[in-house]
C-alpha cells in the first residue's frame, strides 16, 4: 500500500520550515511561494495554477512536454527572461512579470522555474508522468497527487495552488521533503487564514 506523508501546515510568513533540494536556492523557492499566494488572474479571481521549480540537472524539456509551443505570448514572456529574484521592496516580482504571470494563469499547465536564479524558462507545461510510493490522504484530486510523485522523482519542488483558494489553498511538494524517512509534504497558510487552520 502506499504510504500519505503528512501536509504541513506551513504560515507564509515562516517558509524556512520547508525543506528545500541543495540544487534549488531557498530564496528563489520562497519569491515562488510568495508569488503563488498573491497572483491573481485579471479581476482579482482566484485560479489554480502548477509552479515546478527545476533543481540543477534537471531539464524542462526532458521531464515536461509543451502544451502551447507555438504560443506568440509564452514565447514573448518567456523571452522577457522575467525572474522571481527581481524583487520590490515588498519581496514583490516586477509589475511586468506579475502581468504577465496574469494573464497565463488560467492556462492549463505548469510554469517552469529554473531553480538557482529564478527564471521563467517555461509555461503551459504538462509535467511528464511519475511513480511514487506516496498518496495524499483526503480528498486531494489527480493533480496534487501527480505533482506530489513529480516532486518525488525528480530534484525540484512543485507548489500548486488548487482551483478553491479556501478548500485546499496551496500545497508544497519538495524532493527533498518527499524523500525523508518520514516523509512530508507542505501547505501554506496564507496571511489571514492563521487562526482557520
Known amino acids: 500500500p502506499r ?5 504541513r501546515q506551513t504560515p507564509v510568513a515562516d517558509l524556512l520550515r520547508v525543506d ?4 534549488i ?5 520562497e519569491s515562488v511561494a510568495r508569488t503563488a499566494t498573491r497572483v491573481c488572474r485579471h479581476g482579482g ?4 495554477g502548477v509552479f515546478a521549480i527545476l533543481g ?4 524542462i524539456d526532458e521531464v515536461t512536454k509543451g502544451i502551447k509551443v507555438e504560443n506568440s505570448l509564452v514565447k514573448g514572456i518567456l523571452d522577457e527572461n522575467h525572474s522571481y529574484l527581481d524583487l520590490d521592496a515588498n519581496l514583490d516580482i516586477t509589475k511586468a512579470m506579475a502581468i504577465d504571470l496574469e494573464n497565463i494563469m488560467g492556462w492549463d499547465g505548469a510554469l517552469g522555474i529554473e531553480g538557482t536564479h529564478g527564471v521563467l524558462i517555461g509555461a503551459a507545461r ?8 506516496l498518496k495524499l ?26 482551483d478553491d483558494e479556501h478548500l485546499k489553498g496551496i500545497s508544497v511538494f519538495s524532493h527533498s521533503a518527499l524523500k525523508l524517512e518520514q516523509p512530508e509534504c507542505y501547505h501554506i497558510i496564507m496571511p489571514g487564514q492563521e487562526h482557520a487552520a
Do not use: I, Y
Open 25 to 29: 536556492n531557498r530564496e528563489v523557492f
Open 3 to 7: 504510504r500519505s506523508p503528512p501536509c
Open 126 to 133: 504538462k509535467l511528464n508522468a511519475a511513480e511514487s510510493p
Open 20 to 23: 528545500v533540494p541543495a540544487s
Open 45 to 48: 479571481d482566484w485560479h489554480g
Open 56 to 59: 540543477e540537472g534537471v531539464a
Open 137 to 162: 490522504a483526503g480528498n486531494f484530486g489527480t493533480k496534487h497527487n501527480s505533482c506530489l510523485a513529480f516532486a518525488h522523482q525528480h530534484a525540484c519542488v512543485v507548489v500548486v495552488r488548487s
